[in-house]
């Protein structure tokens, strides 16, 4: 077993190296323009981008032609949402999204209010769902597009995307979702879901870094997006710019491999998972899980540790990497706004540790991460004057704090 | 980000975890931060009434590793310091000594605003007017 071990599966996974054995002659000597199309070399290249962008449409169910690169799922969203609101802005001026939403959609969302646009931004439960009633009655005949992202990155919930779908498209509206931290997890399928345009990311899925996909549909309805970069007209005009071939590989490759070891891997993930979380949440005295245990993605778990702040408790357990929805790195000191949006109070907010397992997490890794877990958070409490006041059933909400 | 050695130190090997009874005269507490900003730190001085020498010096903090080692290093610092030489312990000091980043010189504030509280505390037992503290916020 390797220290330190990695845990932090939603903030990148690491390459497969069947993926990188996929991309690596695309570096060397399959290095070709895939839009020369003139000599072997581009035609090459093009070969190899049309294999991926079947591989890619297959693990959600879609046609190839309704793929379009990018370089990530950050750009894929950003050409989404904006693409729609300019190509559709005769139809209406109003978006409607989530709060609980990535940065990705969120800040692409005051963008277009800065513009003008009008955007409503959907509370969730204390489980990170979305109430459907509320979606429901936040549609309006000026409303273009509902963005609402199928699993959260922090906590893992994942919305009643068919559900959802049927109530927007139902109203005309075009449905897209951020499936970011969800494909190749769990099955995402663009006909069953009712999804319009999806965005998606290859360093997710044990592809590489910069590069992503969006999926726009092309019938029932056919959708258009306005392109936001200027340049050659690659990928139907909707994304300019010289293919990334290797990563566009790469990307395809993760996907297959994705698709054909989802129903094992989501299963002994899952199992992995109950175990840290049990384990961790039942020996451990105040901790609270965060977010929807039922509908959640099956490597996720993310715990408050009461009276232990996050950033703290990672430097006690750096042997293993995390991530924490406490922000005392951060100018404003304000806690994740996800869990802030699920009703979790900013204490607890500090107090949270996110667990994200994958395709490499082994057994041993968790049965070393539980312990170790269990004698940092003991030893914080015994510094903690928190603890301390807990123990002595101090009433916090009674304490005059001078917060700073 | 990484922490410097000094925090690393302070943090595995905090020096004087504790608690001083808060009710001796002899002791001033100062309880500075709120548990929703993710910091908060108690800081306990035991005061020799003859000499006005720090005898005794306690903390507990919820927070960071810089926090935590900023109060740790205090504690350090006050003991055997006169009430008057610990007024001077300015926050400045504490980011030198750790090599804090600009990010974490919320925590050696706290430290700071944690041992005048403390020293308050101990003025009003002992019948003194509270000093009147700067506001570094
Ligand atoms: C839910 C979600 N959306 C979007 C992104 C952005 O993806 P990328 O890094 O490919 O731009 C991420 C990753 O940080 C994410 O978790």
Redesign the interface.
């Known amino acids: 077993m390797k220290i330190p071990i990695y845990l932090d599966n939603n903030a990148t996974t690491p390459l497969d190296p069947r993926v990188l054995e996929a991309m690596i002659p695309y570096f060397t000597e399959k290095f070709g323009n895939a839009a020369s199309r003139n000599h072997s070399f581009g035609w090459e290249a093009e070969e190899a981008v049309d294999y991926a962008r079947e591989q890619v449409a297959k693990l959600i169910n879609a046609n190839e032609k309704e793929i379009v690169f990018t370089s990530g799922a950050t750009e894929a969203i950003n050409l989404a949402i904006k693409g729609v609101a300019e190509m559709y802005e005769k139809k209406g001026d109003h978006i409607i999204t989530v709060v609980t939403e990535h940065k990705a959609v969120l800040d692409s969302c005051k963008h277009l209010e800065r513009l003008g646009k009008k955007v409503t931004y959907l509370p969730v439960n204390k489980e990170g769902l979305i109430d459907l009633n509320q979606l429901a009655d936040a549609i309006t005949d000026k409303t273009i597009l509902v963005s609402v992202m199928y699993a959260n990155n922090e906590i893992g919930t994942i919305q009643n995307i068919r559900e959802i779908s049927k109530i927007v498209r139902s109203r005309g509206v075009l449905f897209m979702t951020d499936a970011t931290q969800a494909v190749g997890k769990i099955p995402v399928d663009v006909e069953a879901d009712g999804i319009d345009l999806l965005a998606m990311s290859g360093h997710k899925i044990y592809g590489p870094k910069g590069v992503g996909a969006l999926y726009v549909r092309r019938k029932n309805p056919r959708v258009k997006v306005t392109a936001q970069m200027d340049g050659g007209g690659h990928e139907r005009g909707m994304r300019s710019g010289t293919l990334n071939v290797p990563g566009i590989v790469g990307l395809g490759k993760a996907c297959e491999i994705a698709q054909q070891e989802m129903p094992t891997e989501s299963v002994r993930l899952a199992k992995l998972r109950d175990k840290l979380e049990h384990a961790l949440t039942t020996t451990i005295e105040e901790t609270y899980v965060n977010g929807s245990r039922e509908h959640r993605l099956p490597h996720v778990s993310n715990i408050s540790f009461n009276f232990v702040e996050g950033e703290g408790l990672m430097m006690g357990i750096k042997n293993i990497a995390v991530s924490s929805g406490s922000a005392c790195t951060s100018a404003s000191l304000e806690p994740s706004y996800v869990l802030k949006a699920l009703g979790v109070n900013d204490e607890l907010a500090h107090s949270s540790i996110r667990f994200g397992l994958g395709r490499f997490t082994t057994e041993e890794e968790i049965d070393y991460t539980i312990p170790y877990v269990q004698q940092a958070v003991a030893r914080l409490r015994e510094v903690s004057p928190l603890w301390e006041m807990f123990k002595e059933g101090v009433d916090f909400s009674k304490v005059e704090w001078k917060a700073h | 980000?990484a922490?410097s050695d000094k925090v690393?130190d302070h943090?595995n090997n905090?020096r004087n975890?504790g608690?001083l009874d808060k009710n001796k005269k002899e002791v001033g507490t100062g309880?500075?931060?709120?548990?929703?900003?993710?910091?908060?730190?108690?800081l306990q001085i035991e005061v020799d009434p003859e000499t006005k020498t720090i005898i005794d010096a306690k903390f507990?903090?919820?927070?960071?590793?810089?926090?935590?080692a900023s109060s740790s290093l205090a504690t350090e610092w006050l003991k055997g310091k006169t009430i008057d030489e610990a007024l001077k312990i300015d926050n400045m000091d504490i980011v030198e000594e750790l090599s804090l980043p600009p990010?974490?010189i919320?925590c050696s504030?706290?430290a700071e605003?944690a041992i005048k509280?403390a020293i308050n505390d101990w003025r009003i037992k002992n019948g003194l007017e509270p000093l009147k503290l700067e506001d570094?916020?």
């Open positions: 980000m922490y690393i943090y905090p975890v608690t309880l500075v931060g709120a548990p929703e900003c993710g910091d908060v730190m108690r507990k903090t919820y927070g960071c590793g810089s926090a935590i990010v974490k919320h504030v706290l605003d509280a570094h916020h």
